[in-house]
């Protein structure tokens, strides 16, 4: 257990509650900007990093076991993979016979 | 109930191997199933809207400006609940139960921003049966608003009723807050994909 | 941790129920949450649904067997709406159907194999007092049973029970009666109760081991439960949120499942559209394929201790087991679409679930090799248990076999939607899983109840089930492959190509009757022998070396007398050296 004082503890949270804050803020500006998929793209990995912050401080992730870390890893991964492989395959099958293209 | 922590062990104390006191333990494994529960919904938004040949643009619908504010609420009362949580470590119960009482206070302002914004939705015929955008919209942040109540319900115990418990096991009182403040993390973890996802794409 | 005291340094040696208060009757045996009571609750009434499902098929068969003969005798009990005259409706086919699938996978099989062993067994094959939540545990049970009889209750709505098969695709779904709505309800409470279940199980052989009780001295019980529960406990929720969305479809109007220009009764169905039906699919397969996991790991865990201990030597290839169940657990998650090969998916995604599902057969096949492979050279007993764990593992390889030309895309495109799927997935569940489970209470029967069951009976339960289950469902493989469609009231009889075997279905239905007489025997017995079957003479009457049998007979309160601390591997039979030809886990001298 760290043996911080009180006072750094709070400084360190206030730390990370403005840059969390902060990384709101800058996506809410590139939703502004309309990117389209580029926006996508560069949206969602801030969250996910807004949200790797919040876990890994709020929750202490950091000081969990490296198993844990590896199963978390691995199920992110499996996920993404998951989520993206049948989006990819729906988005470019061929929904109407003039879609159809030939190979 | 000390005669439950000598019934079963580490409930107050963590085990060596794992690092981990069981409520921990369990907490962690029950926020993965709500990591699939939400999940499984995001999916569905990414399947549904890939799919679709028409998506309205999200920003235009919803009111981003409470979204954020709403982001920021609850940002703020995560980091009140680790204040709670570190004045109750130091034994200032004070201090506990401001910082708790703070936390409650936010997620009643959080709600509330939601009802307005759905009260607005509600006033330009947007209802959940209007398109699908909306119904996933509706759905996903009703959800959430349930887990924001249940919260609210169990942080209210810890800081009012529940306070008994403390007299009886300080310590296992100190980690049954820890393990209700996992949870809120994780509450506001999920808001702010929620905000990414169905405010700003 | 800081320096608040901390009476966590407990005398383990107390016997707790001498000491503790005197409980009610109703905190000791109804609200109870000590997790031997609990697992017994769980298991009446499991074995309550799994007769009332079994009940529902005979139903159904009666009608397949003979299309539009009144049923006799029985027939006019259920009312002029659904059997008028006793001649079954088509309506009241479909609620069976579906209800008898629903009851007998959610409410039947799986809290039989996982909430009823895995409560009695966990926490004394290794070492503790209790579950690490027993409150949780308490709450566990009461809204299963909630959810069960709510499940049960809408068969008497007006409109009858769900409908749509227990897979409840939609669009059907969205726009039928009642009867769904009431099924979603149920299914959202029984998940909820399964995760509470699964977290308190993970929980529990994670941190209450007894010292010297390893990952690697666990029985294969306890690695089967782990992996069940973590499927539980991951899988599970993509159903619930589906339910979710297909509550609101139901209740609020939205259009999750249902695409724009959905025609209803001639017209086109009033919604937003742009949903999509195939979400519910997927979503209802991502639990569905791990479901059928556990369903079955729970079995084959039962299975080998039984195996382990009546061939009187070590599990063979214990440890590639252990991989391999581990293995199957992560790629049980990644098989799904095998079951909507069918739905017009691209070439790209029916590749990639064909080669997870056949690579999922690897691990599987292991196991049950390692199985096998342990009875050679064995000293074998073939007590009851043994018979049925015996039983068990051709069936459920057969079963599996069976499985191969469904899990391949090209050859699924015959075999979709017929009665192979069904001869498949019961012939792994009925004469597979089932007989596991039926194996485990009567191994475990002596240790719950100080009596054995009575051997006669037993045998007079096991040779007709286990002759007239490959009657039953055999010939179903016979029928699909000549494209007999599944879910049809008049047992086929619409299309002229399944002519040639109909015939089958009388063959079936009486096996299906005979097959129900055989459990009388296992009824009259299991009740029978808990007040008059042949007592035990000693708290380990099969000889067996895991630690559930360190405890008195029945255990009490806190399981053990003793503190446990645990020296050698669960399976540790005939070792050199040793005195007996078993050496318990928990005596330190060999």
Redesign the interface.
């Known amino acids: 257990m760290e043996e911080h004082s009180q006072q750094d503890d709070f400084k360190r949270d206030l730390l990370i509650y403005f840059s969390i804050i902060a990384l709101v803020g800058l996506i809410i500006f590139i939703s502004h900007l309309q990117l389209k998929t580029l926006g996508i793209f560069l949206i969602i990995p801030i969250a996910c990093t807004e949200a790797g912050i919040l876990g890994f401080y709020f929750m202490h992730l950091m000081t969990k076991k490296r198993t844990v870390h590896l199963l978390l890893l691995l199920t992110v991964i499996v996920f993404i993979t998951l989520l993206f492989w049948p989006a990819w395959d729906v988005a470019y099958s061929p929904r109407t016979p003039s879609e159809f293209t030939v190979y | 109930m000390s005669q439950e922590t000598e019934f079963i062990p580490y409930i107050v104390k963590p085990r060596e191997d794992t690092g981990l006191y069981n409520a921990k333990f369990g907490i962690w494994l029950f926020l993965a199933s709500e990591v699939m529960l939400f999940g499984s919904l995001f999916s569905a938004y990414i399947l549904l809207r890939v799919g679709s040949f028409t998506w309205p643009v999200q920003s235009d619908i919803q009111n981003v400006p409470i979204g954020a504010i709403n982001s920021v609420v609850l940002l703020s009362s995560s980091i009140f609940f680790i204040r709670a949580w570190v004045a109750l470590k130091a034994d200032d119960i004070a201090k506990y139960k401001k910082f708790m009482y703070l936390v409650i206070l936010f997620a009643f302002i959080f709600l509330s921003l939601k009802g307005v914004e759905y009260y607005q939705h509600f006033s330009h015929h947007e209802y959940p049966k209007t398109s699908v955008f909306l119904a996933i919209y509706f759905l996903m942040t009703g959800l959430h608003a349930l887990h924001i109540i249940g919260g609210i319900l169990v942080n209210s115990y810890y800081v009012g009723p529940g306070l008994y418990l403390r007299d009886q096991n300080k310590q296992w009182f100190i980690n049954r807050v820890e393990v209700a403040g996992l949870y809120w993390h994780f509450v506001d973890l999920v808001w702010i994909f929620l905000f990414s996802t169905l405010y700003l794409l | 941790?800081?320096g608040?005291?901390?009476?966590?340094h407990?005398?383990p040696s107390h016997s707790?129920s001498s000491h503790?208060h005197q409980q009610s009757f109703w905190s000791q045996y109804v609200f109870s949450t000590d997790h031997k009571i609990i697992g017994i609750q769980y298991l009446f009434m499991s074995l309550f649904f799994l007769f009332f499902g079994f009940c529902l098929m005979l139903l159904m068969r009666w009608q397949i067997a003979y299309p539009g003969h009144p049923l006799p005798f029985i027939g006019k009990l259920f009312g002029e709406h659904n059997m008028p005259g006793g001649i079954m409706m088509p309506q009241f086919y479909n609620q069976l159907g579906a209800m008898h699938g629903t009851i007998m996978v959610f409410l039947g099989v799986v809290p039989l194999g996982f909430a009823v062993f895995g409560n009695y067994l966990i926490p004394l094959q290794i070492g503790?007092?209790?579950m690490?939540?027993?409150r949780l545990n308490m709450f566990s049970y009461w809204s299963f049973l909630v959810g069960g009889l709510l499940m049960l209750s809408s068969f008497f709505l007006p409109c009858g029970a769900a409908s749509n098969g227990w897979t409840s695709y939609s669009p059907l779904s969205d726009i039928a009666h009642d009867g769904q709505t009431i099924w979603l309800f149920s299914m959202a409470i029984i998940i909820i109760s399964s995760?509470l279940s699964?977290?308190?199980f993970?929980?529990t052989i994670?941190?209450?081991r007894a010292p010297g009780m390893t990952f690697e001295r666990l029985p294969f019980f306890i690695w089967a439960q782990l992996i069940t529960a973590f499927l539980l406990?991951?899988?599970?929720?993509?159903l619930?949120?589906?339910a979710?969305?297909q509550l609101?479809d139901r209740l609020?109007?939205?259009?999750?499942f249902l695409p724009s220009g959905l025609f209803v009764n001639g017209h086109v169905y009033d919604?937003?559209?742009?949903?999509?039906a195939l979400?519910w699919q997927?979503?209802f397969w991502?639990l569905g394929h791990p479901e059928v996991y556990v369903i079955i790991l729970p079995a084959l865990g039962i299975v080998t201790e039984i195996i382990a201990c009546n061939t009187r030597k070590n599990i063979s290839g214990f440890g590639m087991m252990r991989w391999s169940i581990i293995f199957l657990g992560?790629l049980s998650?990644?098989v799904w679409?095998h079951h909507t090969y069918l739905t017009?998916?691209?070439t790209?995604?029916t590749a990639?679930f064909q080669t997870t599902t056949m690579i999922i057969s690897i691990p599987s096949v292991i196991i049950i090799s390692a199985l096998f492979i342990t009875l050679w050279g064995g000293s074998i007993r073939f007590n009851l248990p043994m018979l049925f764990a015996l039983a068990f593992l051709p069936m459920f390889g057969f079963g599996g076999l069976t499985g191969l030309p469904l899990g391949l895309a090209a050859t699924d495109i015959p075999l979709h939607d017929t009665y192979y799927v069904i001869g498949h997935f019961h012939y792994v569940v009925a004469p597979g899983v089932v007989l596991g489970l039926f194996a485990g209470i009567y191994y475990w029967f002596p240790k719950a109840t100080g009596r054995k069951m009575n051997d006669f009976l037993g045998h007079l339960h096991f040779w007709p089930t286990l002759i007239t289950m490959n009657f039953v469902f055999f010939p179903m493989l016979i029928q699909g492959l000549m494209g007999l469609n599944r879910r049809m009231y008049d047992g086929g009889a619409t299309y002229n190509f399944a002519h040639g075997v109909l015939f089958w279905n009388v063959i079936i239905s009486w096996s299906a009757f005979i097959m129900f007489l055989a459990q009388l025997p296992f009824i009259f017995n299991f009740f029978y022998s808990m007040f008059n079957g042949e007592k035990v003479d000693s708290d380990n009457p099969w000889h067996s070396a895991t630690l559930e049998w360190a405890t008195p007979t029945p255990p009490g309160h806190?399981n053990f007398t003793k503190p446990i601390t645990v020296y050698r591997d669960p399976y540790s039979y005939s070792l050199e050296g040793a005195p007996k030809d078993y050496s318990p886990q928990d005596q330190k001298e060999i």
């Open positions: 941790m800081s608040t005291h901390d009476p966590a407990h005398d707790d503790h503790a007092k209790d690490a939540f027993p995760l699964s977290l308190n993970i929980t994670f941190q209450l406990l991951l899988a599970f929720p993509p619930e949120g589906a979710f969305l609101c609020l109007g939205t259009s999750f919604v937003s559209g742009g949903g999509n979400l997927h979503l991502f992560f998650f990644v679409s017009g998916m691209g790209n995604i990639f806190g």
